[in-house]
């Protein structure tokens, strides 16, 4: 398994940017080049499923299914959930910082090896 971390600082408290993952309409807007339009598919307390394709080349993108979590109070989970997504998991937590919101996301991807 490969895991990523990646720390950013965004001028928006936690409330708002835990809004935006949420917000299914923005993702063309804002991630034109690692995600596709997004389609709800099942939703419940504190959670969503949906399906985008994830470009791998410019003419190539792979189906992504996933499961999107709140976890109290501050924390954003996605599980890949099918298809070579499957096993995928992105979270994030969110730091409320002076003015804005320190997030802090980590990657697992399962079965990848480091270099």
């Given amino acids: 398994m490969i895991r990523i ?8 408290p936690p409330s708002r ?5 949420f917000d299914f309409e923005h993702i063309p807007c804002v991630h ?14 504190n959670w969503l ?8 080349l410019p003419w190539f993108c792979i189906p992504f299914a996933f ?21 995928i998991v992105y979270e994030a937590v969110f730091h409320p910082d002076g003015s804005g919101t ?4 980590s ?3 399962p079965g990848a090896r480091g270099l």
Avoid: C, M, N
Avoid at 5 to 12: N, R, S
Avoid at 49 to 56: F, K, M, N, Q
Avoid at 67 to 87: A, D, T
Avoid at 102 to 105: A, C, D, H, M
């Fill in 5 to 12: 971390g990646h720390e950013i600082w965004v001028p928006y």
């Fill in 17 to 21: 940017v835990i809004e935006q993952f």
């Fill in 32 to 45: 034109p080049k690692t995600l596709r339009p997004v389609r709800l598919t099942a939703s419940g307390q």
């Fill in 49 to 56: 499923a949906g399906r985008t394709w994830l470009p791998v």
């Fill in 67 to 87: 499961r999107e979590e709140y976890v109290p109070p501050q924390r954003i989970r996605i599980l890949g959930i099918r298809w070579l997504g499957r096993g």
């Fill in 102 to 105: 320190l997030v802090r996301e």
């Fill in 107 to 109: 990657l697992d991807i």
